[in-house]
């Protein structure tokens, strides 16, 4: 089976320019988990959802950023505008159907963005 | 103060050395540790699961929490280069997200 599918793999842009990342879930998993990964600050939660809902946003840094979940496979999450600090690794995890807590997490490969 | 310390090393040993990763936490509510592997340019991999206090065993590796301590530990016995990764505590208190360690990477040499 596949894993967690991310894109793109890396992106490079310009400061102001809107970055759109890409999540697929495993087939069979319905929680959805953003992070973002920095040497200085870890890995931190952006939001997470639970059947295409948003259960909690409240480490989205500021409005600039937004996270959808269109349907139970796939989800996206938007910087627009787009700004240098927000550069760093971006994951999207996902955890089975069925399980009562999220401790088992799939991860995918990430997208590496650099805002310059 | 951070919900979840964790040295960020790096911790450099030399292959067949015990490793000993180490993460505190303040938050008592947590019931759930997890240790997950992060080899470089990956996402993390779910590596121990242990709930409550005590030791989990599974190969070369040994998970602990003292809860009293508020103090988890992951041993690796025997070192291989292939063991070279970040490793991530993680815990949470059931129903809710993962709080994660910033991390500890770890370097065997041949």
């Known amino acids: 089976d596949a894993g967690v599918i991310q894109s793109p793999r890396h992106e490079v842009t310009e400061m102001g320019q809107e970055v759109t990342l890409r999540c697929k879930l495993i087939?069979?998993?319905?929680?959805l988990f953003w992070y973002r990964q920095t040497m200085m600050r870890g890995l931190e939660l952006l939001i997470y959802?639970?059947?295409?809902?948003?259960?909690?946003d409240s480490g989205m840094p500021e409005d600039r950023f937004s996270a959808k979940m269109p349907n139970a496979s796939f989800s996206t999450l938007k910087i627009q505008p787009s700004e240098p600090r927000d550069s760093a690794v971006y994951f999207c995890?996902?955890?089975?159907?069925?399980?009562?807590?999220?401790?088992?997490?799939?991860f995918g490969p990430g997208t590496r963005l650099t805002v310059l | 103060q951070k919900e979840v310390e964790q040295d960020p090393g790096p911790l450099s040993v030399p292959e067949g050395a015990i490793v000993s990763l180490n993460c505190t936490y303040s938050?008592?509510?947590?019931?759930?540790f997890m240790w997950y592997r992060q080899y470089s340019r990956k996402g993390p991999e779910l590596l121990m699961y242990?709930?409550?206090?005590g030791n989990k065993e599974d190969g070369r590796f040994t998970a602990q929490v003292d809860k009293s301590s508020k103090y988890i530990s992951l041993f690796i016995r025997d070192s291989q280069p292939s063991d070279s990764a970040t490793y991530l505590c993680?815990?949470?208190?059931?129903?809710?997200?993962?709080?994660f360690g910033t991390g500890t990477r770890l370097q065997v040499f041949p």
């Open positions: 995890a996902s955890t089975p159907e069925g399980r009562l807590f999220y401790n088992e997490q799939f």
């Open positions: 087939s069979g998993h319905n929680s």
């Open positions: 242990t709930y409550s206090s």
């Open positions: 938050n008592s509510a947590f019931q759930y």
């Open positions: 993680a815990m949470s208190a059931g129903t809710d997200k993962l709080i």
């Open positions: 959802f639970n059947n295409n809902v948003p259960i909690d």
